[in-house]
């Protein structure tokens, strides 16, 4: 499973101030190797002679005489294909453009200020990733000895893909049709689904219903651990008090049965 300092992201960004900020957040959930550039012609520098970037994370607005959509061309003609992902930021003022923008080929967008969660989930889409929590109390669960290393990679896996994209959800519920999400197939993330349900004629009732649905997604890790049988419901909860308040299981562990 591929870890998060291993992902290359190529930051697109004009403002100093947004640069310091996104690096920030990167760097809060987990994504250290990165690359700024502040102009379409240095990103596409370092494209060219930086084979470990993986993402491209752009501004919508870039300055002249490449804008934001007119760069994701350049990346598409010059890599002639959508294996390089480009997430485009855009302010809500600006949303007028992003149509422009997904049929230029971008891979998802996100609304400024950036939400530390969205950019975490479109990320994680784009790559086999755990979520950083479930990844943190998997490598403690393992540490302290409740699970092994293999139990925990196939119950992260398991929770990976039991995400299901809102839009699935919506088909199977028949809430929409194929046809209705034609004009929307490369809103990739969900908030980009609901920004458009009443354009795809869905009922408030339907939207919220969606909404109750993926707030239950994905199931925690400790759920599907229980479920397979690695670990009983009682070890599980004391291990999660544990993992909550920073203590050591293996200490508290030694001290209960040290004799009084």
């Not at 100093?16 to 996104?22: A, E, S």
Request: proline fraction near 4%; glycine fraction near 6%.
């Amino acid at each position: 499973m591929i870890s998060r300092d291993e992902i290359g992201i190529l930051i697109v960004e004009p403002s100093d101030t947004y640069q310091r900020i996104l690096v920030t957040l990167l760097k809060r959930i987990g994504f250290t190797n990165l690359s700024i550039a502040a102009n379409p012609m240095k990103a596409m520098v370092l494209l060219q002679h930086n084979k470990s970037i993986n993402v491209v994370l752009a501004e919508l607005m870039l300055p002249e005489p490449h804008m934001g959509v007119s760069f994701v061309k350049s990346v598409r003609e010059k890599y002639d294909n959508k294996a390089l992902p480009v997430i485009m930021m855009t302010n809500l003022s600006e949303k007028n453009y992003v149509q422009e923008a997904i049929s230029a080929g971008i891979s998802g967008y996100l609304i400024k200020p950036i939400d530390p969660d969205h950019l975490e989930s479109h990320l994680w889409r784009l790559f086999d990733l755990p979520l950083r929590g479930s990844q943190k109390m998997g490598e403690f669960l393992v540490n302290h000895g409740l699970i092994s290393s293999e139990q925990r990679d196939l119950a992260l896996k398991f929770q990976k893909e039991f995400a299901v994209p809102v839009t699935v959800l919506a088909l199977n519920l028949g809430f929409v049709t194929v046809a209705h999400l034609k004009d929307w197939a490369l809103y990739e993330d969900d908030e980009g689904f609901f920004d458009h349900s009443k354009e795809m004629g869905l009922a408030d009732e339907q939207v919220h219903y969606l909404q109750e649905l993926k707030s239950k997604q994905p199931l925690r890790l400790g759920d599907i651990l229980v479920q397979f049988g690695y670990t009983s419901k009682e070890k599980m909860e004391a291990a999660l008090c544990q993992f909550r308040s920073g203590s050591s299981l293996r200490g508290a562990a030694q001290n209960r049965d040290k004799p009084t």
